[in-house]
């Protein structure tokens, strides 16, 4: 289950967007259903897609903005609470770190354990090609709030400054 909970979801989320388009004015965003806020760069585009998981089928809710040449994506599944339960919180975060480097074919560059809300979570620097011709480095943030798993990442083609383009968005993320 470990492997299992978060395998598809930073592929699927970097898959549904490209990291192409035209530079627009940030916005304050917030999602009701999602329960959270962060102020964007551009406009979200809304997707969601059932994937069969391990633990049954599972509902991926992600937004994605671009702006420039970065993308930015939320991503949130809620998850069997049982399941949950049962699993250590930093278990559940180790997963889906492997998850996402092993899917992407990427390389871990940092992590660091962080919280929102009391909440734990991990910040993750990853080098990927992203299954595209164009290496990218993703800064990531994942949290695990109760049986809900997000993730908050920035996609930026490798070389450019990551933490700039990258920190605003990050450190605006928020649960309403």
């Known amino acids: 289950m470990k492997h299992g909970i978060s ?8 898959l549904t967007t490209a990291c192409h388009g035209a530079s627009i004015q940030g916005a304050a965003f917030s999602s009701e259903t999602g329960e959270f806020r962060v102020e ?3 406009p979200f585009e809304e997707t969601q ?5 391990p633990v049954g089928p599972v509902e ?3 937004f994605t903005a671009e702006a420039e040449d970065s993308a930015y994506v939320i991503a949130y599944s809620d998850y069997p609470s049982a ?10 975060l180790d997963s889906s770190r492997d998850g996402a480097v092993t899917n992407l074919g990427g390389t871990l560059i940092s992590e660091e354990a962080v919280e929102i809300d009391g909440y734990p979570g991990r910040s993750l620097v990853i080098s990927t090609g992203a299954e595209t011709d164009e290496p990218a480095t993703i800064s990531s943030r994942i949290y695990l709030v109760d049986n ?11 070389g450019k400054n990551v933490e700039k383009a990258a920190a605003g968005f990050l450190e605006s993320f928020a649960l309403e």
């Open 40 to 42: 964007t760069p551009a």
């Open 83 to 92: 399941i949950v339960d049962e699993t250590d919180p930093q278990a559940l």
């Open 49 to 53: 897609q059932a994937i069969q998981t």
């Open 7 to 14: 395998r598809f979801l930073l592929i699927g989320a970097l």
């Open 148 to 158: 809900r798993l997000y993730q908050v990442l920035v996609v930026i083609p490798e």
């Open 60 to 62: 991926i809710h992600t």
